[in-house]
């Protein structure tokens, strides 16, 4: 059956919401092969691939153009019972651990100071989690002046003393990682959770009002997100000389994976996250109303501190998580990055899990890299959707079939060429079109474009299941001219991201 022709109408003039690009940033877990093998990698016998200090120089030379802004670290469920100390001092000296999340040993040879020098190398601002499992507050409150304090202090002397004088200044810090997890060190109910963390967050902020601390919630749509939000916004107050305290909580944390062997049911999974991030930012709004926060308080924003494309029976986290990346998951990677342009007026930081080797659109060979099929999406945006979000209206014929999970279908629209767009601040318009149609080519009627050409950017490939490896790369970027004034319509190919863009007149 022939669809009526689609049609995508931009409205240049139109700012929905400031797009931070944060919403880009990436993690970095003691998992698998992403920190050792994988950005940290010194007894690689190609010595020209690695620098002094050990690190992979292609993975940095990759991720740097990218202009990664945050990089979140240790963990993930790593976190648990991971001690900071243990990865500082001279690397003779540091303990190997058991790791029990990955069922791996620990040996601390990459730690919180070797982070900080990678963060440099790739122009990217340190986040780190807080081990909520088997830490305590004293040592998460001593993590924070060993990486912040400027004061003759224990901690911060300690960093002087291992040849780090300046402080590092971490803003971003989590209260723990996934403590509602069944898989979790130490999981807790939403009420111990909620105690601990309005505890721990207090006596942080003291010892650093600058940080920025983000509470663990869970998908965003659950009871655990409402009460740990509920029990954790407070209104900041004075203090005891009249002077206005800093918020104890600036961003809520939720996770989710999609993915799916059907394709369909593959592309339209992230559809869920949208879902999530508009009750998170509904359940921050109602612990807003319920606490009385004064309207001057700055809201806390969503993080969205791990999502990606991940099938746990496919690529097994106590296994190394590698995940073989098809050009469906690729056209999924995309709509995910669309849901968080769309919402970016809620999110403020988004990771995609993980940034190298686990889970990831980088591989690491030991003589090279691999760019997977996911790269190319996330290359796309991190280079060019930045700015604001504008308006877009899309016109188009919508996927009915089944759904994963099944109540996407019943809550969310699935148009087949799922769309978000963004004006930059030198002027382009930047509109990403994902057809996840597998058979059909869609020529669409685009309105709003106002430029005389035009650049064209397509991700696709042969056929859905293809992949890349070593070698053998068919699913890349083409890049090619556009002339917007010979034709009103644009032909979005079948299973395709296409990024159009023009500078506004």
């Known amino acids: 059956m022939t669809m009526t022709m689609p049609s995508i109408t931009v409205f240049p003039t139109r700012k929905v919401s400031k797009i931070n690009r944060n919403i880009y940033s990436g993690f970095t877990e003691h998992m698998g092969r992403c920190i050792y093998g994988g950005i940290y990698d010194p007894s690689n016998p190609k010595k020209d691939l690695i620098d002094r200090d050990g690190f992979r120089r292609d993975v940095i030379d990759a991720l740097k153009p990218l202009e990664v802004p945050v990089f979140r670290y240790p963990g993930g469920n790593f976190c648990a019972t991971y001690h900071w100390q243990d990865g500082i001092g001279p690397r003779d000296q540091r303990p190997s651990r058991p790791e029990l999340a990955w069922d791996n040993v620990e040996t601390n040879q990459f730690g919180t100071d070797e982070f900080m020098a990678w963060c440099r190398a790739v122009d990217a601002e340190p986040y780190l989690c807080l081990n909520f499992g088997t830490g305590t507050l004293d040592e998460a409150m001593a993590w924070v002046e060993y990486c912040n304090g400027t004061k ?104 989710l994976y999609t993915a799916s062997e059907e394709h369909y049911e593959n592309v339209t999974a992230p559809l869920a996250a949208e879902r999530s991030i508009e009750v998170a930012a509904a359940l921050i709004d109602l612990a807003v109303v319920e606490n009385q926060i004064p309207p001057a308080q700055k809201r806390p924003t969503v993080c969205f501190d791990e999502w990606n494309v991940w099938l746990p029976t496919r690529a097994v986290g106590s296994r190394g998580a590698e995940e073989s990346y098809t050009l469906s998951d690729a056209l999924a990677v995309a709509v995910w990055l669309n849901v968080l ?66 109540w996407v279908r019943a809550l969310k629209p699935t148009p087949w060429l799922d769309v978000s767009a963004t004006l930059d601040e030198t002027g382009w318009v930047n509109l990403c079109v994902v057809n996840i149609h597998a058979e059909q080519d869609l020529e669409t009627t685009l309105g709003g474009v106002d430029a005389s050409r035009g650049e064209v950017y397509t991700v696709t490939g042969p056929h859905l299941k293809v992949t890349n490896m070593a070698g053998k790369e068919e ?4 890049k090619s001219e556009w002339d917007p004034k010979k034709s009103s319509t644009f032909v979005f190919p079948r299973s395709s991201i296409t990024m159009l863009r023009w500078q506004t007149s």
């Open 152 to 255: 003759d202090t224990y901690y911060a002397n300690l960093r002087r003393k291992n040849g780090h004088e300046d402080p590092y200044r971490v803003k971003y810090w989590a209260l723990g990682n996934e403590m509602w997890g069944p898989w979790q060190v130490n999981q807790m109910t939403a009420e111990a959770y909620a105690e601990r963390a309005l505890q721990w967050a207090k006596a942080l902020k003291l010892l650093d009002p600058t940080i920025q601390l983000v509470l663990c919630g869970k998908e965003g749509a659950t009871n655990w997100d409402h009460h740990v939000l509920k029990h954790c916004l407070q209104p900041a107050g004075l203090s005891d000389l009249g002077e206005e305290r800093v918020p104890l909580i600036d961003m809520h944390s939720i996770h």
């Open 341 to 406: 342009v769309r919402k970016s007026a809620d999110v403020s930081m988004a990771c995609i899990a993980q940034s190298v080797n686990v889970i990831s659109p980088l591989m690491t060979t030991p003589t090279g890299l691999v760019r997977q099929t996911t790269w190319w999406a996330y290359e796309l945006f991190c280079r060019f959707m930045k700015g604001h979000q504008i308006a877009v209206h899309v016109d188009c014929a919508a996927y009915t079939g089944p759904t994963k999970p099944a």
């Open 475 to 478: 699913v890349g970027l083409h």
